[in-house]
């Protein structure tokens, strides 16, 4: 066989090819072999591209009779062509089956495609772009039959089809030419095909080819767009003809009609106004003529395929790939693959318990632990790699998922694909934890864990708490704490102690602490010993049990019982023993306790029959202790919970069985314990309260805890479920009993002594425990999406040497130091824990001990309050509570349970859920702010850190009124007294706050009439106004009162989807309305009459009160004007910490300074309903339209913040630079950082950044200190115009306000806007010392800030080349923006220092906008020695200077002797000419660099100041003190000159200043030389008398001056008479004075 073909080098068919591209040849002895040869030739060719071939047709061709006799001919091919005789031989089962694959792919392939360009773009792909993925739908057609497959992707190669009945799975391989391998069971193919308009083309192993054509079934009419419905263009039932409009749909404004393809008769579908997505069906069609339209109709029942489907080179390649294991089935599940559909009724949950079970999926051999060991790191490992990187973002970048990968856009979508999944994945995770410690739990089952699995249990552990992974760390850290702790370790050191031990040893060993835990001996392990051999070890370990147990407790005469008549008759005991004891504070009373050692759950049933309890008038409490429990299957953890559940249900018999004797022995309760030998022991509680049944609550905690812990009283009002419980603590979730309110009870007892040394620091440690177990249990899948109230009981047991009642207020304030230290350490995490009351229970040393209660609530601020208990003289409960301050005394149930916290405690939770803090917490946070705050500066915390007066809008007017929550209004204001140490005697502040638990926070009417005035109020005062933001906007409502009045006339009530004509109310409902509710007309309908709704008002109904429409629209645009008008008037701070929407929004914008929570987003409207209005979700987060990575980077956001307490910290530390009014000065403090301290960081000619130059920084492991105090630089507005950097700091204790420039280049990210899918991420690059649009812009909003209201001098740190001045940037509006800057500077009030630092520069305009001759009141100019100033940089002025160096030769010439001998000889006649060329072209580099010397010599500090354009050349590491007496002359004298203007409204600010300068002339000049600055500062500061007195004269002088120029201007015939009035006037005033 040979042949040719008409192909090119690069495989496509050349231009000289006919429409015969190949021609094959084949010869033999004779014609049959020859056409054999010819056949097996046309089978192994395979021609693949887009050009049809007839390889597959000419193989049959050639079967035929007439081919093999050689009898063809033309006319015989075209007969055989137009009867069809030729057909292919395939199964077309098997073609619709992959061809279902190859579309499957294709579709796979291309939904990547399309996410990957958008990722590239920096858009993050749909959930609904996702989900297909996964999870989609093929359809085909064949032979007039359409088959639906569901396809789901049970791996990155594997696919899952199901049709009708029939589920098949397929494994695939692309290969380099574009071809698929398929694997379905033993068939293994190579397809390969295309889409093509109008069908798929589809090739099967080189040789089937079959096309399987597009379905649309004529009679459905769908929307080709997203839209509303606007009508139908012919009624239901009407005939349209093919072609004609059949509706018309509005999309993006714009009308647009649908055609009909064939002719039929109409059918509506849907309702004129609906919202309708493309492919939506809107009608369907009786055809005209169904013959002319062949209908397809859906494949049902069983899909079956051949068995005979073969390809070589395809199982070559896929034939070793083995059927999916259990391991590989839930790695694909993690990666975000679908679960294979035979396992749907397994799930991935059940899929793990294969692993454990020691057999996978379908198969019979055990697996070794080990194995199931490895498989478990495998997969946590998996998981893991997929979500390490979305845990990073948790905290405020979730939305920068793009911007944060630093892998390529495909590992990202693979990453992304197996983040959607993570609700199964952590199912899948948390089940795999479990199984793996209820194995390691049975001891033996598991020796160690492999190195790999704890590293990955321990990365798990470290996994944020938010984003959903709150519940596998919990998992995790449980199990590490498992793992290092098992049972046996200790259990031959306390037998071997016991051996040697005396009964006085007992009583040591039971009160034994042990802080390494090296001998540590608790009663796990002691109960491990009531089964051994020796008489005498159990006997001295039931004893030591006992001891151990009531621990805190006075117990007495422990005897080991031996009477004939309990031992004879109570053959089931193998020990009885009693004691007395009595409860801690208690000693009139003793009780009588009895504990019977039983062999095994054998004697149960003896014990029933016969039990003598020991002699006694009454026996409290019985220990029954069962020394051994038989042992379950190690491998089976299930079987030992069964095994478990069985000896709790037998011994709850035993005790039912058992209960009269315990009555009449008097017992109020039975703990029984059941010693595993296997694992931990079991502790059941049965009281006789519950009616001897199993208190399940108590399962596991020791017998005295729940009463040391007193959580009987706290199940009195809450019904209480177990999170955890330990040896000493336990954690409750609490509902109380009315449902409303959720609580995590944290409560502990200690048997460690304290001392008064050492009560703070052991109260703190056990705080910050406490805080661990709290932050663990809110891991807990019981708490998903709660948000419960914590509460800390700690009972510390011994009591405190040394102590009497004397001392009780002192231990009051050692433990609230210990609140107020927690507070100052770890406030953010008490308010992220929510923890709401802390409540430490000690004992004072006195005979007996007397309870003293320490508690702090949040609500007070976590004051400290001491109440002394008096106790119930048998149970040691306690039953009422005195103040140790005010002696007032109450009941126990008023102690636990407040009321008006109670009512708070639901609207904490609605807060909570909203992200945010309850607004009438927010006083208390700053009491922990402000705490804080003091005991960072000074040891003496000042009493009443804040004083909140409430403010109620009453009449008009706002009135000191407490609510204490009880609020209507969703607006609260407070008029505060914060004593910070800028201030410590107070300062006062307005803090407006919405309330979202009233109405979630929207304004109505009434909540902007309280804002509007108590901004007002602010202004009036001239005090900072802080707003807390968490809102919902405008409100939205209707006439409640109406909705069940109104009815509906509908055009047809038989088909309602033809839309209504009116709505009514009844005239006896219209009756009831007040006069101005509705506006309507009457009509009247079968003789009744109707009102026809034309408006609806609502005028005094009661649900409009407050606002339910546009008067909401009216009330926001009050509150937007005065927010204007306040920042023009005072300082305005607004902190979002939770969602502010519209006008929540507007009025952050408006007040300008923002302070964001990464949790609190900005935005105008919602996204579902910007969804809504897209037709598709295209937002998935709030954060996407207004979160941290939206208002940062765009400026709105001056600081953020990770939660509530960091806010107001925030505020804190605002307020520090501001004064307390507008009409004082920044506040003055004493600065640890020494003013006169050299500058050690300097500023070099290469980029640096600047915030070392401000701040400092440590090089080398030494501290540089920068220009500011260490410690007060903090920067704002960091995200925004990074090619400036902009803060507050103190100069020597001096609040001042800084702009300074990054030398370095800096990125801007515009990010891609999710609706517009062509649109991409947009990084521009922007050079150091150049203003650019948006940091210009800054400048100028900076700028603006530090005057209005915060009164701040400023410091321009000048290092400037320029404004960028490109077609981007200035179309950009860079100009526009630069203008601003000096209209800020225009309107500073405040002194303004502009300095150019050391090897920096001023040039062209960026000299221009900050020049002093914009301000010559305000500004002045400083440059370092080694700064430089001028229009052109040194190079560029060398060009212009120098006339592009003809100058420069003019210099060579004048300068060099070799030229100027060369010129001697020229001038003599001689030809030097080339030598002349030569020697300039050699020293040319020289001499530009000489020109450019001399042009930087003109740009230096002397030049500047003698031409008069700066003040003073400076010293860098001298201008810390200079400008220090500098800014603060010029600020006091500033302020004298305000002064004087206020006092005299027509003076000028020259004359006051030069009255300024009379009152200190005299100080100046007396100043030694250089002091100048100084001397005057401290005189004004130290001599406010002479300074008012000063304003008193001006002032005085101005009123005279203004009386004589009106008297002045009377006619001369009144002066007299006005004069002689005045003089009267005089008199009698100073006689009434007098």
């Not at 049902?300 to 070589?312: I, M, P, R, V």
């Not at 478990?644 to 249900?649: E, G, K, N, R, T």
């Not at 609230?816 to 409540?839: C, F, H, N, P």
Request: one cysteine or more; charged letters at 25%.
């Amino acid at each position: 066989v040979w042949g040719y073909f008409s192909i090119g080098a690069n495989g496509g068919i050349h231009e000289f090819a006919d429409s015969q591209f190949g021609h094959v040849f084949a010869s033999g002895p004779t014609r049959e072999h020859a056409r054999k040869a010819l056949q097996i030739a046309l089978k192994n060719i395979s021609v693949v591209g887009e050009i049809r071939n007839p390889t597959e047709y000419l193989v049959e061709l050639a079967e035929t009779e007439e081919f093999r006799n050689n009898t063809i001919d033309t006319a015989w091919l075209d007969k055989l062509i137009a009867e069809k005789t030729i057909k292919m031989k395939y199964n077309s089962s098997d073609m619709i089956f992959y061809a279902a694959c190859l579309r499957a792919h294709l579709q796979v392939k291309e939904q990547q495609r399309r996410i990957l360009d958008g990722i590239k773009k920096g858009h993050m792909p749909l959930q609904n772009s996702l989900k297909i993925l996964q999870s989609f739908q093929v359809e085909l057609a064949h032979d007039f039959t359409k088959y639906n497959f569901h396809v789901s992707r049970t791996a990155q190669d594997a696919f899952a089809l199901t049709i009708g009945e029939t589920m098949l799975e397929a494994r695939f391989r692309e290969q380099p030419d574009g071809s698929l391998y398929v694997k379905c069971g033993d068939a293994v193919a190579q397809i390969s095909g295309v889409e093509e308009p109008l069908c798929l083309r589809l090739r099967v192993d080189g040789q089937a080819t079959m096309t399987f054509p597009r379905i649309r079934d004529p009679s459905e009419l769908r929307s080709d767009f997203n839209g509303k419905l606007v009508r139908y263009l012919h009624a239901d039932g009407a005939d349209i003809k093919e072609g004609e409009p059949f509706a018309e749909l509005e999309a993006m404004k714009m009308i647009m009609s649908l055609r009909s393809g064939v002719a039929g008769k109409i059918h509506h579908t849907l309702g004129p106004g609906s919202i309708v997505a493309a492919g939506d069906l809107l009608a369907t069609l009786d055809l005209a003529d169904p013959s002319k339209v062949q209908m397809v109709k859906p494949f049902t029942g069983a899909f079956t395929l051949s068995k005979d489907g073969e390809n070589a080179e395809a199982k070559k390649v896929l034939g070793s790939l083995p059927t999916p294991t259990v391991n590989e089935m839930i790695s694909s599940m993690l990666c975000g693959y679908c679960a294979s559909p035979k396992l749907t009724e397994v799930s991935g949950v059940g899929i793990v318990q294969q692993i454990f079970k020691g057999h996978e999926v379908g198969a019979a051999e055990d697996r070794p632990m080990e194995a199931a060991l490895d498989t478990t790191g495998m997969l946590l490992g998996v998981f893991l790699e997929n979500e390490r990187f979305f845990a990073s973002l948790v905290g405020g970048d979730e939305t920068q998922t793009i911007q944060r990968f630093q892998g390529t856009p495909e590992e990202l979508l693979s990453k992304i694909l197996a983040h959607t999944g993570l609700r199964e994945s952590l199912h899948i995770v948390s089940s795999l934890l479990r199984s793996l410690s209820s194995n390691f739990a049975l001891e033996g089952a598991i020796s160690a864990l492999p190195k790999a699995l704890v590293s990955n249990l321990t990365e798990l552990q470290a996994l944020p708490d938010a984003g959903g992974y709150g519940q596998v760390k919990l998992l995790a850290q449980q199990l590490l704490t498992q793992m290092n702790k098992p049972l046996s370790m200790r259990r031959e050191d306390l037998r071997n102690t016991l051996l040697s031990a005396t009964r006085r040893d007992l009583v040591v060993l039971a009160n034994s602490h042990d802080p390494e835990r090296r001998m540590y001996f608790g009663l796990d392990l002691i109960s491990s010993l009531f089964s051994d051999e020796d008489q005498s070890i159990r006997s001295k370990a039931v004893e030591l049990y006992i001891l151990r147990t009531y621990r805190g407790y006075t117990v007495q005469d422990v005897e080991t019982v031996d009477a004939k008549d309990v031992v004879d008759k109570t053959p089931a005991a193998q020990l009885h023993l009693t004691w007395t004891f009595a409860p801690p504070g208690v000693q009139q009373k003793t009780q009588k306790g009895y504990a019977i050692v039983l062999p095994d759950m054998s004697a149960y049933e003896s014990l029933v029959e016969s039990w003598k309890i020991p002699a006694a008038p009454e026996i409290t409490e019985i220990h029954i202790l069962v020394a051994k429990v038989p042992s379950t299957s190690r491998k089976n953890s299930d079987e030992s919970r069964v095994a478990l559940c069985s000896a709790v249900s037998r011994t709850a018999e035993v005790i039912s069985a058992t209960a009269p004797l315990l009555d009449a022995k008097g017992c109020i309760a039975v703990n029984v314990l059941l010693t595993h030998a296997d694992h931990v022991p079991s502790y059941l509680h049965f009281h006789r309260a519950s009616g001897w049944k199993e208190i399940p609550e108590y399962r596991n905690m020791r017998s005295t805890l729940p009463s040391l812990i007193e959580l009987p009283q706290i199940q009195k009002d809450f019904t209480l479920s177990p999170l955890e419980h330990g040896r000493i603590f336990a954690m409750d979730f609490g509902v109380s009993k009315d449902k409303k309110t959720e609580v995590v009870f944290a409560r502990a007892a200690s048997h460690i002594a304290m001392g008064l040394d050492t009560l703070a620091s052991s109260i703190l440690s056990d705080l910050l425990t406490s805080c661990d177990f709290i932050e663990r249990a809110m891991l807990d899948p019981v708490l998903e999406n709660r948000h419960p109230a914590a509460k800390i009981f700690l009972h510390t047991l011994p009591p405190i040497p040394d102590t009497s009642p004397r001392d009780f207020r002192y231990l009051q304030v050692l433990f609230g130091s210990a609140v107020q230290q927690l507070m100052a350490e770890s406030g953010s995490r008490v308010l992220k824990l929510r923890i709401a009351k802390i409540e430490v229970k000690v004992w004072v040393a006195t005979s007996p001990p007397t309870a003293l209660r320490l508690v702090a609530e949040s609500s007070t601020g976590w004051e400290a309050a001491a109440f002394q208990e008096t106790l119930d003289a048998f149970t040691g409960s306690p039953i009422s509570f005195k103040n140790v301050e005010t002696q007032e005394v109450c009941r126990s149930i008023e102690m636990l349970r407040q009321p008006v916290e109670e009512q708070r405690s639901s609207k904490r939770a609605t807060a909570r859920r909203a992200g945010s803090t309850y607004i009438y917490d927010f006083p208390a946070l700053f009491r922990i702010s402000l705490t804080k705050l003091w005991m960072q500066s000074c040891d003496k915390i000042p009493e009443k850190l804040v004083v909140a007066r409430e403010l109620v809008l009453q009449a008009g007017e706002l009135v000191e009124q407490e609510q204490g929550g009880n609020n209507r209004i969703g607006m609260v204001v407070w008029q505060c007294t914060l004593r910070t140490p800028e201030y410590p005697e107070g300062r006062e502040i307005i803090l407006i706050g919405n309330d979202v638990t009233v109405k979630a926070g929207s304004f109505g009417v009434e909540e902007s009439d309280v804002f509007h005035r108590a901004s007002e109020l602010a202004r009036k005062k001239g005090i900072p106004r802080i707003y807390i933001a968490c809102n919902s906007g405008a409100r939205i409502g209707g006439v409640e009162e109406l909705k069940a009045m109104t009815q509906v006339e509908w055009n047809d009530k038989n088909d309602l989807l033809k839309g209504f004509k009116y709505l009514y109310i009844s005239d006896d409902d219209f009756k009831k309305l007040p006069a101005q509710a509705v506006e309507s007309h009457p009509e009247t309908v079968n003789g009744q009459t109707r009102h026809v709704l034309d408006a609806i008002m609502g005028v005094g109904l009661p649900s409009t009160k407050g606002g339910v429409g546009v008067e909401c629209l009216q009330g926001s645009g009050l509150i937007a004007g005065e927010t204007s008008r306040a920042y023009d008037e005072t300082f305005t701070l607004s902190y979002a910490t939770g969602r502010s929407v519209g006008i929540g929004a507007y009025l952050n914008r408006l007040g300008q300074r923002n302070i964001q929570m990464v949790n609190g987003p900005m935005i105008l409207t919602g996204a579902d309903m910007l969804n809504k209005v897209l037709g598709q979700q295209v937002y998935t987060t709030l954060d996407q339209l207004g979160g941290p990575h939206i208002m940062v980077p765009n400026g709105v956001t001056h600081e953020l913040v990770q939660n509530d307490q960091d806010g107001v910290e925030a505020i804190l530390r605002w307020l520090s630079y501001v004064p307390e009014n507008v009409l004082t000065i920044p506040p003055l403090i004493s600065s640890k950082d020494p003013v006169a301290r050299k500058v050690q960081f300097t500023p070099t000619k290469t980029p640096y950044d600047p915030r070392h130059m401000l701040g400092g920084v440590k090089v080398d492991g030494e501290w540089q200190g920068g220009f500011c105090d260490e410690g007060s630089f903090h920067e704002y507005l960091a995200g925004w115009g990074k090619s400036v950097v902009v803060g507050r700091g103190r100069l020597g204790g001096l609040p001042v306000g800084i702009v300074s420039v990054e030398t370095r280049s800096v990125e801007r990210h515009i990010p891609a806007d999710p609706q517009e899918t062509k649109s991409s991420d947009i990084i521009e690059v922007q050079a150091g010392q150049v203003w650019y649009p948006d940091s210009a812009y800054k400048t100028a909003t900076a700028i603006r800030d530090f005057n209005r209201g915060e009164q701040l001098p400023l410091i321009i740190f000048a290092n400037w080349r320029g404004f960028s001045g490109g077609t981007r940037d200035m179309f950009g509006e860079v100009l526009k923006y630069g203008s601003m800057i000096v209209d800020a500077l225009v309107e500073y009030k405040q002194p303004v220092t502009i300095y150019i630092p050391p090897n920096g520069e001023l040039r062209g305009g960026a000299w221009v906008v900050l020049d002093p001759k914009i301000n010559i009141e305000q500004i002045e100019m400083f440059a370092d020695v080694e700064a430089r100033g001028g229009i052109l940089e040194p190079p560029a002025a060398a060009e212009v200077l120098f006339k592009k160096d003809k100058h420069t030769v003019e210099m060579m010439h004048r300068c060099d002797d070799k030229l100027k001998e060369l010129d001697a000889r020229q001038a003599k006649g001689e030809d030097v000419a080339k030598d002349v060329k030569a020697r300039e072209k050699l020293l040319l580099p020289v001499y530009q660099q000489v020109a450019t010397q001399y042009c930087d010599l003109h740009d230096r500090a002397p030049r500047m100041k003698s031409v008069g354009v700066i003040r003073e050349g400076l010293k860098w590491e001298e201008s810390r003190e200079y400008l220090h007496w500098r800014i603060r002359r010029r600020t006091q004298e500033n302020s004298i000159a305000r002064q004087l203007m206020r006092a005299v409204p027509n003076m000028s600010y020259a004359t006051a200043m030069a009255a300024v300068t009379d009152l200190c002339k005299d100080v100046a000049a007396a100043a030694a030389a250089g002091g100048e600055d100084k001397a005057v500062a401290l005189w004004i500061e130290e001599h406010p008398k002479e300074v008012q007195s000063r304003v008193e004269t001006e002032r005085h002088r101005a009123t005279e001056e203004e009386i004589y120029k009106l008297v002045s201007s009377l006619p001369s015939s009144k002066r007299a008479e006005v004069v002689r009035d005045l003089v009267g006037y005089s008199r009698v005033a100073a006689q009434a004075s007098a």
